[in-house]
């Protein structure tokens, strides 16, 4: 039994199948092996908002990482955990360089109520407000539109993420200008769901995954780290794993980063790669 084994999965196009949903056969499964003192968890790019309806069947105890890295969550008290912000004197010239592009991006911001406050001024494109309108009515987030003293970063304090989705040809020359000019972490990718449509984040400098995994395992004192991916924003805690898992479905750098491929997130693969490796008395996979 892998008792000082962290287990930590991504959930879109690895623990999610194809609908976007974890199976009812994942959820049991992942629910009885932490009830049995499996120590699993998630990292994902989401937000609390959208990680509780999916993790509503599923029975979790450790934080979850949210937002790619830049916080963790707390499901039982249903707080932030170590939350990373921008420095306002950054956000400025992150937000010059989102202008001189003319993307105009999701500004995600965390108050003391708990919710994340997202703002956005100017124009939206369809798949923008296709993302928007999918999350409107979700409790633990709020969106503000168009208001014009926000045209400053130093209106929006505490902000943990620039966010915007668009035609690649614009979206990665805005990412690389950004890495030139400020100490952030961008990362920037085609979407799953929008195959061409490509996804630019903006984070406080050292936010990742991988940054977000090793401080977790700190926590609880686990010495080896299991994690699946399928996404380029998985690669970094992927390289720091002792055992990296990626589906079928991985993109070819998740793929070339693993240390085992499994089946496609069609099937119940990261649940059931969990239950025979907890069990097993070999740590070598």
Same mark, same amino acid.
């Given at each position: 039994?892998?008792?000082?084994?962290?287990?930590?999965?991504?959930?879109?196009?690895?623990?999610?199948?194809?609908?976007?949903?974890?199976?009812?056969?994942?959820?049991?499964?992942?629910?009885?092996?932490?009830?049995?003192?499996?120590?699993?968890?998630?990292?994902?790019?989401?937000?609390?908002?959208?990680?509780?309806?999916?993790?509503?069947?599923?029975?979790?105890?450790?934080?979850?990482?949210?937002?790619?890295?830049?916080?963790?969550?707390?499901?039982?008290?249903?707080?932030?955990?170590?939350?990373?912000?921008?420095?306002?004197?950054?956000?400025?010239?992150?937000?010059?360089?989102?202008?001189?592009?003319?993307?105009?991006?999701?500004?995600?911001?965390?108050?003391?109520?708990?919710?994340?406050?997202?703002?956005?001024?100017?124009?939206?494109?369809?798949?923008?407000?296709?993302?928007?309108?999918?999350?409107?009515?979700?409790?633990?987030?709020?969106?503000?539109? %168009?208001? *014009?003293? &926000? =045209?400053? +970063?130093?209106?929006?304090?505490?902000?943990?993420?620039?966010?915007?989705?668009? /035609?690649?040809?614009?979206?990665?020359?805005?990412?690389?200008?950004?890495?030139?000019?400020?100490?952030?972490?961008?990362?920037?990718?085609?979407?799953?769901?929008?195959?061409?449509?490509?996804?630019?984040?903006?984070?406080?400098?050292?936010?990742?995954?991988?940054?977000?995994?090793?401080?977790?395992?700190?926590?609880?004192?686990?010495?080896?780290?299991?994690?699946?991916?399928?996404?380029?924003? %998985?690669? *970094?805690? &992927? =390289?720091? +794993?002792?055992?990296?898992?990626?589906?079928?479905?991985?993109?070819?750098?998740? /793929?070339?980063?693993?240390?085992?491929?499994?089946?496609?997130?069609?099937?119940?693969?990261?649940?059931?790669?969990?239950?025979?490796?907890?069990?097993?008395?070999?740590?070598?996979?």
């Amino acid at each position: 039994m892998q008792i000082d084994t962290l287990y930590v999965t991504d959930l879109d196009g690895t623990l999610l199948g194809p609908d976007s949903l974890i199976s009812p056969r994942s959820a049991e499964l992942i629910s009885r092996l932490v009830e049995e003192g499996a120590k699993i968890t998630v990292a994902t790019a989401r937000t609390p908002a959208t990680v509780e309806t999916l993790l509503e069947g599923t029975y979790t105890r450790l934080p979850v990482i949210v937002l790619t890295g830049a916080a963790m969550w707390d499901r039982e008290r249903r707080r932030y955990l170590y939350p990373h912000f921008i420095d306002n004197d950054l956000a400025e010239a992150v937000l010059d360089e989102f202008r001189r592009a003319n993307v105009a991006p999701f500004v995600y911001t965390l108050r003391d109520d708990g919710i994340l406050h997202v703002y956005h001024n100017g124009e939206m494109n369809d798949v923008s407000r296709e993302f928007m309108n999918e999350r409107l009515n979700l409790p633990l987030k709020k969106f503000h539109l %168009d208001l *014009p003293e &926000m =045209d400053t +970063a130093r209106f929006i304090p505490s902000t943990v993420l620039y966010f915007a989705m668009g /035609k690649a040809d614009k979206v990665y020359p805005l990412a690389d200008a950004i890495r030139q000019r400020v100490d952030c972490s961008v990362y920037s990718y085609l979407d799953i769901f929008h195959p061409d449509v490509a996804i630019i984040e903006v984070f406080a400098a050292q936010v990742s995954k991988a940054n977000a995994v090793k401080k977790l395992a700190r926590r609880e004192g686990l010495k080896r780290i299991v994690v699946f991916g399928d996404s380029s924003n %998985d690669v *970094p805690m &992927m =390289d720091i +794993a002792d055992v990296a898992v990626a589906p079928e479905n991985a993109i070819l750098d998740a /793929k070339r980063a693993a240390h085992v491929i499994i089946p496609g997130n069609d099937h119940d693969s990261v649940a059931e790669f969990i239950l025979h490796d907890y069990y097993s008395t070999d740590v070598d996979v």
